[in-house]
């Protein structure tokens, strides 16, 4: 890419407004004050303040509109959308349409197809930041990266944490959740460490008189979207077509308004790519920068969910508040117990396809397990040279398989799922352990991965810049390289906070 005119200088460009780029907004305006701080977003501001989660808009119509805002190339209201991951609320033959059409998002894959066919993203302010569940659980076992020193790992997670409003304890007065977790605890506590025993799930959320409410990139950014003072900018409607290389460094950005289609340059003495695993390897590939395992090792985790009663409750926490229980955490434990699982009590009133062969009016708690997959390379994202996307940039092509040690751990989910549907009551009338579609829980993961050497296995440093470039990081899930079964966003973030602290020591 030849170098343009710039008209415009920053000392950082950030391109994505999701919880990374906001991350590192926020410890790179923390730690120099007066820098100039440029982050561009494709999509709209679809909430106020921007990058506000969804569940912060309490209007149905101001909600709907901003969700529809958040579609990309659809805009317009779905027939049906998923709710918390499962789409119970809906009959069986529904369920698989359900999650590739939830609200706010747009699909990515191809349904039906090979790769991830439930595969989504969004284009917003906040990115899928502002729709996102809000569990914030710690990696362990396999999924810690094992070349990063562990203590400054930790120290990473704990201001991921902070800077996520993280807490296990908004729901610790919830009798259905102590019930729930006393009956597992008997099953699953037995030779594991206290912290990855059965308990709370981490949730980046607030409790308020109006219901549950999840943070978005808002809370990380803060003061910086208000302030006066300081250097920062948010720029939404602004697609990145390139980061411009010159001898190894990042000089600069161009940029397209969407509204507008006007093209501009700006120059930059650092630049941050925090799209989706998708997009990031997408805007590097466009921009030249193709090391060998740009978008390779792309990596999920299957999900399989089961829809259970729940006997033994007191009188007094049947009919408990459901959106103040919480979710349950049965922590991943490497080969020991390779799956996540998260369980949510569900409201009966939300599934009218069962309302008439229930047996009795009993607590409903939906059961999903993540099971961890292998890295493989040849998992992975292709881009066209010729053809484009619905924004102009390469066209790209999802090649994801599940190997033969992914399947065998999927078919013990299931049997586990099951198993503890049992100890805590039976499935729900008609329910059998379900294995959604690939791509249903939108944790993509590794294409862009960090590593510790630039051995071709990897694309970025344990700090996240880019191997062969002095000044270009990146960020989000794709830097992530291990398989995980827990929910990825605090590792991300953690990551984040890696490569802000380095781009700082790097000034």
């Known amino acids: 890419m ?12 950030i391109v994505g407004s999701g919880p990374t780029g906001a991350t590192y907004a926020r410890l790179v305006a923390d730690a120099r004050p007066a820098a100039r701080i440029l982050m561009v977003e494709a999509g709209p501001v679809v909430a106020h303040p921007p990058g506000q989660h969804m569940t912060w808009v309490t209007d149905s119509q101001e909600r709907e509109r901003a969700r529809v805002a958040s579609q990309g190339p659809n805009q317009y209201p779905y027939e049906l959308s998923a709710t918390s991951g499962t789409a119970h609320h809906v009959a069986p033959e529904e369920r698989d349409r359900a999650l590739t059409t939830r609200a706010g998002l747009f699909p990515v894959g191809v349904p039906g197809g090979e790769g991830l066919p439930a595969a989504q993203a969004s284009c917003n302010v906040g990115g899928m930041g502002s729709h996102w569940f809000g569990a914030c659980p710690r990696p362990g076992d396999a999924e810690r990266i094992d070349f990063i020193d562990q203590d400054t790992f930790d120290d990473a997670l704990a201001e991921a944490e902070r800077l996520l409003q993280v807490s296990a304890g908004q729901f610790a007065d919830s009798g259905f959740a102590a019930h729930v977790r006393r009956i597992l605890s008997e099953v699953l506590d037995e030779g594991r460490a206290p912290q990855r025993r059965v308990q709370a799930m981490p949730m980046a959320v607030a409790r308020t008189p109006e219901g549950v409410r999840r943070f978005g990139p808002d809370v990380v950014l803060g003061d910086l979207l208000t302030s006066r003072l300081g250097g920062f900018e948010l720029r939404p409607d602004t697609l990145c077509e390139g980061v411009v290389m010159a001898d190894g460094r990042a000089v600069g950005v161009r ?9 501009t340059a700006v120059r930059a003495a650092h630049v941050v790519v925090a799209g989706d695993p998708l997009r990031t390897p997408q805007l590097l590939f466009a921009s030249g920068v193709r090391p060998s395992a740009l978008g390779r090792h792309l990596n999920e985790h299957s999900q399989v969910s089961l829809l259970a009663e729940v006997d033994g409750l007191p009188p007094e926490h049947e009919a408990a508040d459901v959106g103040g229980s919480g979710v349950t955490w049965i922590p991943y434990e490497g080969e020991a117990y390779p799956f996540h699982g998260m369980l949510v009590q ?71 799922v099951f198993r503890l549907a049992k100890i805590l009551g039976r499935p729900a009338e008609g329910e059998i352990p379900r294995v959604l579609p690939s791509g249903s829980s939108l944790h993509y993961q590794g294409t862009v991965r960090t590593g510790p050497a630039d051995d071709g296995t990897s694309v970025c440093d344990p700090t996240c810049r880019v191997w062969g470039t002095d000044n270009l990081y990146v960020a989000g899930n794709g830097v992530i390289p291990t398989q995980t079964a827990c929910n990825p966003t605090l590792t991300a973030v953690a990551l984040a906070v890696l490569g802000a602290r380095a781009l700082v020591r790097r000034w």
């Not at 940029?255 to 093209?263: H, N, P, Q, S």
């Not at 099971?371 to 040849?378: K, L, V």
Request: proline fraction near 9%; glycine fraction near 4%; charged fraction near 30%.
């Open 2 to 13: 030849p170098v343009p005119e710039f008209t415009e200088v920053a000392d950082v460009v």
């Open 346 to 416: 569900i409201d009966p009133d939300t599934l009218p396809h069962l309302a008439g062969h229930r047996r009795e009016r009993r607590p409903l708690i939906s059961v999903h397990f993540f099971t961890a997959q292998e890295p493989r390379p040849d998992n992975r994202l292709v881009f066209s040279e010729t053809e484009q996307d619905w924004l102009g940039m390469p066209a790209m092509t999802i090649r994801h398989r599940l190997g033969e040690r992914d399947r065998e751990v999927l078919a013990y989910a299931e049997t586990e």
């Open 255 to 263: 940029l397209r308004d969407r509204t507008t289609g006007a093209v």
